[in-house]
């Protein structure tokens, strides 16, 4: 019966990966994908749920740090923009002049956002006298009113965030929760006295990000973005980068140190002790729902989803067997339900009028932690049923069950942490290598599709164009862990301790 209700279901194989996808996001209830705009999905209850949690783990990680919560407006006049364009300009050359023009992408195109902004030209039958878009960031409505707000050192450090809806016209192909025009954004914008206090944030951030993927049971790859992938108005960027099941990377949360390259363009300066005027530093933090995506694709299976406990809508989903053969099993397990909320889990009590096998399939697919079944038989041996998303059925006693689901949670967590670790290890091979052959380069080996290649690194960006051209595959940039013992560089031959990685982005 369930082979049939499975094809009825029609979920694809996981080993499918690009048709398992958006099949599972809406058959899991998590979004509804028919809204008349392409990349902009209607949250349903179960997803919105999910994503709540995470963003309640980025409030906890704000409040841990001494961040507070701020809502900007959606429209920013465009003259806003043209002094972003202009800035953002301004570092690029500022760059490539400081930089052998040899080692650098020269970017024809405008820089900044413009190609990616909705615009808004008029209220109502009027037209605006100044046009406005909907924010793809905040940087520049929270720097106009950041130089109104911070007059003197005391007044730093400033520690803001939002959680907020951001639009980017997207002009390729969308995808849920990965590449939408409608962004469920997460962003913190901090300013600082000195560079130094700004890099201390760099690292708070990394912490952070960690602390995040941690709870979702996501391994991640973190790297200093090479320059041509850098954000253009930051000294530096980081990002983690979630490894697909199908060997793609997904970065979820970058970081940027911005020194005090924006403050002079927005005028955010500061007195400090002696009476000086001084340009504030400043860094940024962005994460969005591609960690809910990250989730999806890292932790599902031939079966749907499997929610980790910190985030699953409903860690345990009760249901009761054969409660019309004895009375008792209703109230027993309404009690049962009652006093597992209490103790801080979120419960799920399924009294649906359908047989058992229905509700653990249903449950399978939106991928509840823990399902627990309670019955006549049960009532009197004073245990009940406790089958893991992750595999396994235990008979276990009622007393003291609050304890035995929050081990078996932490169980849960431990083993989709490990799986996950073991799948990302599965997917980082070392690199083939390249040899020069009649004065071209040439692949010593075959490159796989849905590899990630670890290769040391050390040479400038026409190095890398060797590469990238040669595989197909991005570079993402210097790894946190660098290699313990130096190698050489897979092109320059100079020996190098950095870790570098070759993917292919989505």
Known sequence: MAGHGKAKRGIPPKSDFNSWYPSIVEIADLVDKRYPIKGMDVWKPYGLTAMSLIDGLARHEMSRTGHSEYRFPLLVPEDLLEKENKLVSRLKAARAAGVDPSELRMDEEDSGFKKEVYWVTHGGENELEIPMFLRPTSETPMYSMFSLWVRSHADLPLKT???????????????????????????????????????????????????????????????????????????????????????RSLQVATYHHYRDQWAGAFDLSYEDSEGKSRLCHQTTFGMSERLLGAVVGMHGDDQGLIMPPAVAPYQVVLFPVAAHANEEVLPAIEELASSLSDCGFRVKLDLRDVR?????????????????????????????ILSLRTGGKNEVPLDGIAETISDTLDSISDELRTRSSVHIESLIRPFPGIVMQNGKWELSGEIEDGIIYEIAFDGNDSDAEVLE??????????????????????????MTSRRQHLARMY
């Open 161 to 247: 965030f939002q959680i907020v809806n951001t639009f980017r016209y997207e002009t390729k192909q969308t995808r849920s929760f990965i590449r939408v025009r409608e962004i469920h954004f997460f962003e913190a914008h901090t300013v600082h006295a000195t560079e130094d206090d700004a890099t201390e944030q760099i690292h708070e951030d990394a912490e952070m990000v960690q602390n995040i993927l941690h709870d979702l049971c996501l391994p991640s790859i973190v790297s200093k973005r090479p320059v041509w992938d850098t954000f253009p108005g930051a000294w530096y960027t980081v990002a983690a980068d979630v490894v697909m099941p199908n060997g």
């Open 469 to 494: 051209k040669l595989t197909g595959l991005a570079i993402l940039g210097d790894c946190d862990r660098q290699f313990t013992e130096p190698r050489p560089c897979v092109v320059t031959g100079r």
């Open 356 to 384: 058992p096998g229905v509700k653990h399939y249903d449950w399978e697919i939106k991928g509840a932690p823990i399902r627990l079944e309670l019955g006549p038989r049960d009532l009197e041996s004073g245990n009940c």
